[in-house]
């Protein structure tokens, strides 16, 4: 047995060590999300419908994000028309959760992964309001393929660019890296 214990250290180290992460940060997100009422739209999630009005603003579209009366989520008005609503699931925190376990799990010099995990939150959390601001527009416009758009294109976009980001970490950066 301890043969085998010897043999498959590396990995034994990276998979306990990825859910050790995954577990604590997922745990401390939970006691955050608990700190709002039933019908409460959590910070993180205010803060992206804010930033996609933002950025479509920029682009002088005429949108309106504000919370629903009812409801724990965002209303996203888009030339007048309500087409979507923005849930806590849609602020990619359970995505930049997967992407620092990973990381954490295969880590390097503490520096280097402190600031690859902070870039990659930032890059991450960009790439989200961007989608979300691209899926309004295209459902406005293509109503039809809301079930492909969202299920499938653009969570396609996110977890390909988390795995590019565990790609270049694991080949440029982390103790592995050659």
């Known amino acids: 047995m301890k043969k085998y214990l010897t043999q498959f250290k590396p990995f034994l180290v990276f998979i306990s060590t990825f859910f050790a992460a995954y577990i604590i940060v997922t745990l401390l997100y939970k006691f955050y999300l608990n700190t709002f009422e039933t019908n ?5 999630t205010n803060v992206v419908g804010k930033n996609v009005e933002q950025l479509m603003d920029l682009f002088n579209c005429d949108i309106k994000i504000h919370k629903s009366i009812a409801n724990s ?3 996203v008005w888009y030339n007048k028309k309500y087409l979507v609503r923005i849930v806590e699931g849609c602020n990619a925190v359970s995505v930049i ?3 620092v376990a990973f990381v954490l799990a295969f880590s390097g010099k503490l520096k280097t ?3 690859y995990i902070v870039f990659g939150i930032l890059f991450i959390y960009i790439l989200n309001v961007v989608r979300i601001a691209l899926l309004v527009v295209l459902l406005f416009y293509f109503p039809q393929y809301n079930h492909f758009l969202h299920g499938t294109f653009f969570p396609l976009i996110i977890y390909g660019a988390v795995f590019i980001l565990w790609i270049i970490w694991v080949n440029k950066f982390s103790k592995y890296a050659k």
């Open 40 to 44: 409460d739209v959590d910070g993180i």
């Open 73 to 75: 989520w965002l209303e």
């Open 97 to 99: 959760i997967l992407f």
């Open 113 to 115: 992964t402190l600031l």
